[in-house]
């Protein structure tokens, strides 16, 4: 089993619908990533959470530490949102390194 | 300043060459990182410096794959007599101990081996 688990792998939606996505980790954390990547490669930080929620625009991050699991929802969803959605975590006694999940693709149509 | 930058973006080359990638942080950050992902996955961990210091390698790193950071600056990933299973993309990323040490990735380089 993964340490980082995201669900679901593939995402459809229609523009303007509202989509979450969900990560749940095995491991102690420190603090954790919400990473967008469009086709290409170049990985954008969306969020760096370790408790409670964050919101910036019409992205939304919220953490459960107890529960060990995280939530990025994308509000009125806009084709240009379309790309892959990474979670990653940072253990609370590494370096600072990264463990990721194997991401979530997101297409939406208009 | 203008993020993180990696070169090449791109690198074919033939089984058996030697390859060199390079990273420049944002020049405050005294943390870098390399990372490697392949094809539908997620990034994985290589290796980690604090300033000059290598200070972690991932048992992926084989003894194939050398890395350095000469003066806290720049850093290079070097890839001796490549396979076919080294072809991935090359990520970098960077952060600031002492400050909220979020990570700031390049835009990676993507190498193919043939």
């Known amino acids: 089993k993964n340490e980082v688990e995201q669900s679901p792998q593939n995402l459809t939606a229609q523009e303007g619908e509202f989509i979450t996505i969900n990560c749940s980790y095995s491991?102690?954390?420190?603090?954790l990533h919400w990473l967008q990547q469009h086709p290409g490669g170049g990985i954008v930080s969306l969020f760096m959470?370790?408790?409670g929620k964050k919101k910036h625009g019409r992205l939304i991050a919220t953490i459960n530490i107890q529960e060990k699991h995280s939530s990025l929802h994308i509000t009125a969803s806009h084709p240009r949102d379309s790309a892959v959605y990474i979670c990653?975590?940072?253990?609370?006694?590494?370096?600072?390194?990264?463990?990721f999940g194997q991401g979530t693709i997101l297409t939406v149509h208009p | 300043d203008t993020g993180v930058s990696q070169d090449p973006r791109h690198k074919i080359t033939k089984r058996g060459q030697n390859v060199t990638f390079r990273c420049d942080p944002i020049?405050?950050?005294?943390?870098l990182y390399w990372y490697r992902q392949t094809l539908g996955q997620g990034p994985e961990f290589l290796t980690y410096?604090?300033?000059?210091?290598?200070?972690?390698k991932s048992r992926l790193l084989s003894d194939r794959f050398s890395a350095e950071r000469p003066k806290g600056s720049f850093s290079t990933l070097e890839i001796q007599r490549t396979e076919q299973g080294d072809s991935a993309m090359y990520l970098c990323?960077?952060?600031?101990?002492?400050?909220?040490?979020?990570?700031?990735f390049g835009p990676g380089t993507r190498l193919t081996v043939l």
């Open positions: 990323a960077s952060s600031l101990w002492g400050g909220t040490d979020e990570q700031f």
């Open positions: 491991v102690g954390i420190s603090a």
């Open positions: 959470l370790s408790s």
């Open positions: 990653a975590v940072k253990g609370g006694t590494s370096y600072g390194k990264l463990t």
């Open positions: 020049s405050e950050h005294n943390r």
């Open positions: 410096f604090q300033n000059e210091a290598q200070l972690e």
